[in-house]
């Protein structure tokens, strides 16, 4: 109906256009300007003929005669008889078209002048053009020979000829000039027939051609106007926004181009009009001829009729413009409103989905919070479609062509708009309710958890007597007091005020907290009548029983059986009176025992209340787990597979599913097929769980693996987040969340395992599983230090060897470092003394790390640290001091033999110890591995034959003597056995008496309490290639015993291995007296059974391990660092 408005507007525009085509009338020469511009066939042009007028032998001058005739002038033209038919008749009906209709009609006058010519040429000149001429004539003058018989002759034959000529005007023959000018007045001559009237041939030819030219162009553009408007009014409305506007570009790209033809010819006009004009511009006296006039006459009129037609058209053209502009606003409208129409619907359709009312208050708060956001999102397309709906508004207020269209489609954006604010309303108000409703329930449960807490952390003993049974009681009786502002008081009231949000599910779990209360409650009543009982019983003293005084006093000396009976009497009643107290005491007792088993029964049921309460939460959450684990797996991981799909995935996620979801489908399977399962097999025995944790530890370590890979998967999503891919899968699962947020689970997961460990732990101290809960929570907190420490380990950059080789990362840290190397230049070690380097150390197994931390610019794991690897120690070659003078947040880590010394600065105390045991632990590690290592090879030599050694002994040379005495023996060489009975082994030294083999004093060693140094290799090589084969060589100190030793002899000595003993002194074939400080007693051991020298020193104390070929441990001095503190610091400087 619009556009069918729209287009008969069009049509009757057009119509006006033609109307106005049509009622423009000019004249070129007689011929209507209707005839020029609408005529299909037009008589003659003088482009047409150009050849034939320029021959002249005939012309129009534009002189006039008396009455306006028009004069045409027939020059002198010797060939004139030669001149064809054709052209003759071609020039004839030309010159006579062209004076104006009103000029014609009066008739022509024609001037042939022949004075030059024969009369038989005159004769045939008047005959032809009498013959020829097209038009109607006025007079015809003729200017005969001037030879006197030509003119005789002229005279005698015209009178006798007359009729020959056949013409109805009066042929007048002239035999001068003069008497011509009696005719026709000499300003309307030219000057060859001795006038004055200004005539050149040329111009005129140029004129006539260019009006000519000017007219078609006119007549063209007035038809290509009429074409447009038609094909412009005939174009329907297409249906789409976008071929709308393709429409309105062609037909303003057409308009533009007949308007810039139009103003072509507009120019081409004035350019005609001022080459009229021009003798005027030369002359102002200067008077044009009535020629002249008629040309300039009717190029005004063709330029007046050429701007009527271009106002006429841009009249139309607007009407046109107005129709398209208005078409493809409503195109885009239409667009806009579907657009909105769907998101409103999808909008619409999702708020219809928001039925869930929360099954918690942390639930509740998180679906506001979702509704919220989603309110907050959906904004943008309820303002869209307000915005959308006043812009129809305008356009009605703007008369737009389909205002019955686009008044409903506004009602309608309206009534969307107001359905979704009502709908959401509606969910909001619901959700309040239920978060009022979650709020009372937590408020109950909390109450019930505090009574709980308070009856489990009432102390029994307190309670037995009266004074602490009254104030458990008043604490009772002043909690209770508050259960009526936080407790459900009817059920049925509960019921009936959130009726319209209880669902099932809700309704059993308004059932269980109503149940739990009345359960706290019932054990508060069975609590208070305990106390009661307490707090009532009134413990009476129990009065002694004595012979009265007076008795002996009124019969000193009694008869035996009055005596005796008085003594039975009394007896009788001291025992009637023991037997009173005792019941009562033994029921006393009966009744606190009855109350402390109350009390104490009420605190196990609290705490296994709270077990369980902590056991349902972990596997309610580790179902949870599962399925958002399997949802993830299904609902992406899958669909990246999925040929259907694949349109959806950008090419820098192609192939990327590995790097995007990493281990998530082997975490998947162990909890669904093996942790789950388990984990419900303690359901009814939560204290016990820590052993399903401990029994599955290994299999936890897949979580360091996901770890390691998050960083990469996360630099993926900020890629690849908006692929349509991942919206299209969000929406099929129905997900308020995004990716990113379930691949955040898996970390998330194994930190909450420690908590729910800590909680149960909490409520199991002293249950059967306690310990195993302990080792599990310690376990999960050691998988997190490993996966913390890993995710450290992957940001080393420059390192060029394999990390794996290095063994387990113990430890990591960041410390100050300072250097000091032998080799340095003194400059340098002046810099670096007092200079120190961060460093971030890592310790592994078998090696130390030093990197430079470099922190990174980003988010979220791109902001994490990146480490640049400057310098690594083999522990094989390392030594440390565990004390620095003058800080006690440093210590020594050195390299060969003190070649290279690293003081390093922790930033704690606490952090310093923990490094310092660390590296102890593996130096120990690295020489208790290589003793096990040579006692091994020692055992295996005693058991065959002993081998020839080359003159470059091996390092186990040194042992080939004591092989074979052990050999011969046939005896462990770290045990007693072999050295034969008591009576063999030596005398113990005498007290008081010092060392008989060294240098150092007793007391010396009694006072050491730490690792020491020394300067000697304990089983060094050196010495067995000096030939010292013979038993170990004694160094006085502490030693570690690393063998277990049985009391093979009264003067031997029993030792357990990890023992610490000290030497007291040095026997014969390898024994040594010694003293175990742990048990007190002496006697003798092997010296091969000890380890790790302890002795005294001034110095720090310090433990290596060397790279020697025995591997042996190496105990050397170590003095302060501020005496040398020498190091070329290039190695480490970053």
Not at 647 to 655: E, G
Request: aromatic fraction near 6%; charge should be negative; proline fraction near 4%.
């Amino acid at each position: 109906m619009a556009e069918k408005g729209a287009s008969r507007g069009l049509q009757g525009g057009l119509r006006r256009l033609r109307l106005l085509l049509r009622r423009r009338r000019g004249a070129v020469g007689h011929t209507q300007p209707d005839e020029i511009m609408h005529q299909d066939i037009v008589p003659l042009c003088a482009a047409d003929i150009q050849d034939q007028l320029k021959k002249r032998f005939a012309y129009l001058s534009g002189g006039r005669g008396k009455d306006g005739c028009p004069v045409i002038t027939f020059p002198d033209y010797p060939t004139f008889s030669d001149i064809p038919d054709k052209e003759f008749q071609n020039v004839m009906t030309y010159l006579t078209s062209v004076p104006s209709l009103q000029d014609a009609g009066i008739g022509f006058i024609l001037v042939i002048d022949r004075r030059q010519d024969k009369w038989t040429s005159v004769k045939a000149s008047v005959l032809r053009i009498a013959a020829s001429f097209p038009a109607n004539l006025q007079l015809v003058l003729v200017l005969r020979p001037t030879g006197f018989f030509q003119r005789t002759l002229s005279d005698i034959a015209f009178r006798f000829n007359r009729d020959d000529f056949k013409m109805k005007v009066p042929i007048i023959m002239l035999s001068s000039v003069p008497e011509l000018h009696g005719y026709i007045d000499k300003s309307q001559l030219t000057e060859d027939l001795g006038g004055t009237l200004d005539y050149c041939h040329t111009r005129w030819l140029c004129h006539r051609t260019a009006i000519e030219s000017f007219a078609l162009m006119v007549k063209q553009t007035a038809q290509m106007l009429q074409s447009f408007g038609t094909e412009l009014a005939e174009t329907e409305l297409p249906n789409d926004a976008q071929s709308t506007s393709l429409v309105l570009s062609a037909h303003t790209e057409k308009k533009d181009k007949m308007k810039e033809d139009m103003k072509l010819a507009l120019q081409e006009g004035h350019s005609i009009l001022e080459s009229i004009r021009e003798p005027l511009a030369r002359n102002p006296e200067y008077s044009l001829n009535q020629d002249q006039l008629d040309n300039q006459t009717t190029v005004q009129r063709l330029l007046a009729q050429l701007s009527e037609t271009e106002a006429a058209f841009d009249e139309f053209w607007a009407k046109h413009q107005q129709k398209l502009e208005q078409c493809l606003q409503l195109r885009h409208f239409e667009q806009n409103f579907r657009e909105v129409k769907v998101a409103l619907d999808g909008v619409s359709q999702k708020i219809s989905t928001f039925t869930d009312v929360g099954n918690s208050l942390a639930h509740v708060k998180h679906l506001l919070k979702d509704l919220a956001n989603f309110e907050e999102k959906s904004n943008v397309s309820v303002e869209k479609a307000r915005a959308l709906s006043l812009e129809g508004s305008q356009l009605i207020e703007n008369k737009h062509y389909a205002v019955d269209s686009i008044h409903p489609k506004c009602n309608e954006l309206q009534h969307l708009c107001d359905r979704f604010a009502a709908e959401i309303g509606k969910r909001r108000n619901l959700l309040n309710k239920s978060l009022e409703l979650h709020g009372v329930l937590e408020t109950s449960m909390k109450w019930c958890d505090e009574g709980i807490y308070l009856l489990a952390s009432q102390p029994v003993d307190k309670c037995q007597s009266q004074d602490g049974a009254e104030a458990a009681l008043q604490e009772i009786e002043k909690f209770l007091e508050t259960s009526a502002e936080n407790k459900i008081q009817e059920l049925n009231k509960i019921y009936k005020e959130y009726e319209s949000i209880l669902n099932q599910d809700l309704m059993e779990h308004v059932q269980k907290v109503f149940q739990k209360q009345e359960s706290t409650e019932e054990m508060f009543h069975r609590r208070q009548v305990s106390l009661k009982k307490l707090a009532a019983k009134q413990t009476r003293p129990v009065q002694p029983v004595a012979p009265r005084p007076e008795v002996f006093t009124k019969s000193p000396c009694p008869s035996p059986g009055i005596r005796r009976g008085s003594e039975n009497s009394s007896s009788s009643e001291g025992n009637v009176l023991r037997r009173g107290s005792y019941r009562r005491a033994k029921s006393e007792m009966s009744e606190n025992q009855q109350v402390r088993s109350g009390s104490t029964g009420d605190e196990e049921e609290s705490l296994a209340i709270l077990r369980r309460h902590v056991m349902n939460e972990l596997l309610e959450t580790e179902r949870a787990y599962v399925e958002e684990l399997l949802c993830v797996l299904e609902g992406y991981a899958a669909e990246m597979d999925n040929p259907l799909m694949m349109h959806l995935i950008s090419t820098s996620l192609q192939n990327k599913k590995d790097v995007l979801f990493g281990n998530m489908e082997e975490i998947y399977h162990f909890h669904n097929r093996i942790f789950l399962r388990e984990l419900e097999n303690y359901i009814d025995c939560p204290e016990l769980v820590g052993r399903c944790f401990l029994g599955r530890m290994e299999e936890f370590q897949v979580y360091e693996k996901y770890c390691q890979n998050k960083p990469r998967s996360e630099s993926l999503w900020r890629q690849c987040s908006d692929c349509p891919f991942f919206q299209e899968c969000q929406k099929k699962l129905d997900h308020k969340l995004s990716l990113d947020s379930y691949l955040l689970k898996p970390v998330q997961r194994i930190t909450k395992y420690q908590l729910l460990l800590k909680e149960m732990l909490k409520y199991s101290k002293n249950c059967e599983g306690a310990e195993d809960l302990q080792e599990a929570l310690s376990s999960i907190l050691g998988i997190l230090k490993a996966v913390n420490d890993s995710m450290h380990l992957i940001a080393i950059t420059g390192y060029d060897g394999n990390l794996s080789d290095l063994g387990k990362l113990l430890m990591q840290g960041s410390f100050s470092v300072w250097t000091d190397h032998k080799k340095g230049h003194s400059k340098v070690k002046d810099l670096a003394r007092f200079k120190p380097m961060q460093r971030h150390l890592f310790l592994h197994e078998k090696a130390v790390l030093f990197c430079k931390k470099r922190e990174e610019n980003g988010e979220g794991y791109e902001k994490a640290p990146s480490y640049s690897y400057k310098q690594s120690l083999s522990m094989a070659a390392v030594g440390i001091t565990e004390n620095v003078k003058g800080d006690n947040k440093k210590f020594e880590i050195w390299y060969n033999a003190r070649e290279e010394v690293y003081i390093i600065q922790a930033p704690t105390p606490e952090i310093k110890a923990a490094w310092v045991n660390e590296i102890r632990k593996v130096l120990t590690s690295q020489l208790q591995a290589f003793r096990e290592a040579s006692q091994h090879r020692a055992l295996e030599q005693s058991q065959s034959l002993p081998l020839p050694v080359s003159s470059h002994t091996s390092p186990s040379r040194g042992n080939t003597k004591a092989v074979r005495k052990l050999e011969e023996r046939k005896t462990d060489p770290l045990s007693l056995e072999g050295y034969g009975s008591s009576a063999s082994l030596p005398k113990p030294p005498e007290k008081g008496k010092g060392w008989s083999k060294t240098s150092h004093s007793l007391e010396a060693s009694e006072d050491n309490d730490g690792w020491s140094s020394a300067e000697e290799l304990i089983n060094s090589s050196d010495a067995e290639e000096e030939g010292g084969a013979g038993p170990r060589k004694l160094v006085p100190g502490k030693y570690t015993v690393v063998v277990d030793q049985e009391k093979g002899g009264p003067d031997a000595l029993s030792a357990k291995s990890g023992d610490t003993v000290e030497v007291i002194h040095e026997g014969d074939e390898g024994l040594w007296y010694v003293r175990n400080l742990s048990t007190g007693q002496e006697g003798w051991v092997p010296a091969g059974s000890l380890s790790t020298l302890i002795g005294k020193s001034k110095s720090a104390q310090c433990l290596s391990s060397s790279e020697s070929g025995t591997g042996s441990a190496l105990l050397s001095n170590s003095s302060s660092c501020s005496e040398s503190c020498n190091t070329t610091f290039s190695d480490l400087k970053g």
